[in-house]
């Protein structure tokens, strides 16, 4: 039978409703309904007609619409922190601008939000230093110090701090950058030990750049060598063993018009070439929305609302206001894809009815977006698309997250709670259960992301499809089987790059996971039947549950 929540019965499952309740539930936001009320009103009120924030309001409360969690966590509260990250660049290779950067991101970490920097201005390793003498140290140790604000700034004591970190695919230090992440070379003392290994049992021992998701970012130079030649070149290669080992580096891809927004948000779905610049994130529910007439009156509705947070929302410093006032940048993205392809029959596959769907997402966001900036007589957006992978927001739905497909139609789930201490639960996914329930739909015969695992093109040809739909990136991550498997070990490398670069061009970035690459990460597939009978309830992880964890990343949105 089908859980339904008396008190929120938008909810399709009792985790939603404890996500709800232990992450957004807030005075004036005591119910799912009275946090749509009161987040609608306050961002579109005096800005919006009367009838367009009521309709707007109904369609969040259908969750037909999400906006990002730092709207649903900041709503009616009196610091009005919307937006969820925060995109920095190191804009000169001097101590003044290293400084600078350490203060721009424990003020914006301190608001919630998540950060993301280029570091590639700086100087490698043992560059001489002319005016104070001595050798540079490069940009990684930098990068460790953000890492270690983040690890000691808990997000108004709720949240974890979310970063990511990237560097040119020339700069002096790649080769040092791509291992940085390979912590079964540390050993730690005389344990016997090695960083990995700890890290396996107590997730949250520190290890260089544990709290930061990092890439290397591919230019123009990259493409016409690679268009030239036919060669990935040695970097790339490397690169790519590297992902399909450990999952980092992942990939930025700038070409063309695009060549320098070498920013990203921390889940890299927001891109920029400016300094100061923020994300602004909301999602369109296609797994809710019933008709393309719908889809088109809430992506419109959504599209306004999101220019008028970009009117009350509180920044941290004075330089993001001035960057917003003149990029007003918008992130409207989708989630429950997978969802509304497995309502309609369809395979994991870009279809020519979803070409249609999107054609409408990308080219009302457009029009809304230029009309209703002129109407209040302010800047008109730069960009209005970028698909975050709406993490606890796609749970909140009880729907597929972003583009993936369904992880898994059962999982075990891995969280902080009250900042401090790691739990999980047994969740069956919220769109599993729904076709299961009322459709009869058989649990082994859903398709999902570990299914998918061996047919990595598949993923890739899906983002590739809906990317030009996109003016700004999409943030996904393609599960893998585990390195060292018959399907991803050092043969498959050159396959896989070239297949990887043979869709570049029509990337922003790409990221994948191998199977139990790291210890400690929210997800882990378990059997229907387990989490049918355990479903709900709540555990404390032992440290020896941690080493079987596998999953996704940090997500942005949520």
């Excluded at 918008?330 to 029959?345: A, D, F, Q, S």
């Excluded at 598949?458 to 030009?468: G, K, L, M, S, W």
Aim: aromatic share 10%.
């Amino acid at each position: 039978m089908t859980w339904r929540s008396n008190v929120n019965p938008q909810f399709r499952s009792k985790f939603s409703e404890d996500i709800f309740n232990q992450k957004y539930r807030h005075e004036g936001a005591e119910t799912w309904e009275e946090l749509c009320h009161t987040l609608g009103h306050q961002v579109c009120d005096g800005l919006m007609s009367h009838s367009d924030v009521n309709q707007l309001i109904q369609y969040m409360v259908e969750m037909k619409v999400i906006f990002g969690g730092r709207y649903l966590y900041y709503a009616g509260r009196p610091n009005a922190f919307f937006n969820n990250c925060y995109l920095l660049k190191a804009e000169e290779d001097s101590r003044e601008d290293w400084a600078d950067l350490s203060w721009k991101s424990e003020s914006c970490l301190m608001t919630g939000g998540g950060i993301g920097a280029d570091y590639s201005i700086y100087r490698p390793s043992g560059a001489p230093i002319a005016r104070t003498g001595g050798k540079a140290s490069g940009p990684l140790p930098k990068m460790e110090m953000i890492n270690e604000i983040g690890r000691r700034v808990m997000q108004g004591g709720s949240r974890r701090s979310a970063i990511y970190a990237s560097l040119n695919w020339q700069h002096d230090d790649a080769r040092q950058f791509l291992t940085i992440k390979d912590w079964d070379q540390y050993p730690v003392g005389s344990t016997g030990y090695t960083l990995k290994d700890i890290k396996e049992q107590d997730f949250n021992y520190p290890a260089p750049l544990d709290m930061t998701n990092i890439s290397l970012n591919y230019d123009d130079a990259w493409l016409c060598q690679y268009e030239a030649t036919g060669d990935v070149g040695e970097t790339f290669r490397l690169n790519v063993r590297q992902a399909l080992k450990t999952a980092e580096p992942g990939f930025s891809f700038n070409f063309g018009d695009k060549a320098h927004e070498t920013l990203r948000n921390a889940c890299t779905e927001v891109t920029s070439a400016d300094d100061s610049d923020v994300c602004n994130l909301g999602s369109l529910n296609l797994g809710r929305i019933e008709s393309l007439q719908e889809l088109r009156d809430v992506t419109e509705l959504a599209t306004k609302f999101l220019i008028c947070g970009t009117l009350k929302a509180k920044l941290p410093y004075q330089k993001v206001y001035e960057v917003r006032e003149k990029n007003r940048r918008l992130g409207l993205g989708l989630m429950g894809v997978h969802e509304w392809l497995i309502k309609k029959g369809y395979r994991y596959e870009v279809t020519e009815e979803l070409h249609e769907w999107l054609a409408v997402y990308r080219d009302v966001s457009d029009a809304t977006s230029a009309l209703f900036a002129s109407t209040l007589s302010v800047s008109q957006p730069v960009a209005n698309r970028a698909i975050a992978p709406t993490g606890s927001i796609g749970i909140l739905a009880g729907t597929s997250t972003g583009i993936e497909p369904l992880f898994a139609v059962a999982y075990k789930r891995r969280y902080l709670k009250d900042g401090t201490n790691w739990v999980y639960q047994y969740v069956i996914d919220g769109t599993a259960k729904e076709l299961i329930d009322l459709y009869g739909a058989d649990p082994e015969k859903i398709e999902s992301a570990m299914d998918l695992a061996g047919d990595f093109e598949r993923r890739i040809a899906f983002q590739a499809d809906v990317q030009d739909y996109v003016d700004m990136a999409i943030s996904s991550t393609i599960n893998l089987p585990e390195w060292g498997s018959d399907l991803n070990n050092e043969d498959t490398v050159d396959t896989f790059s070239s297949t990887l670069a043979r869709y570049a061009k029509r990337l922003r970035g790409f990221t994948c996971y191998p199977n139990g690459a790291r210890g400690g990460q929210p997800l882990t597939p378990v059997p229907y039947g387990d989490a049918r009978i355990l479903e709900g309830e709540e555990f404390s992880e032992q440290v020896h549950d941690i080493c079987d964890v596998s999953g996704k990343g940090g997500s942005c949105g949520a």
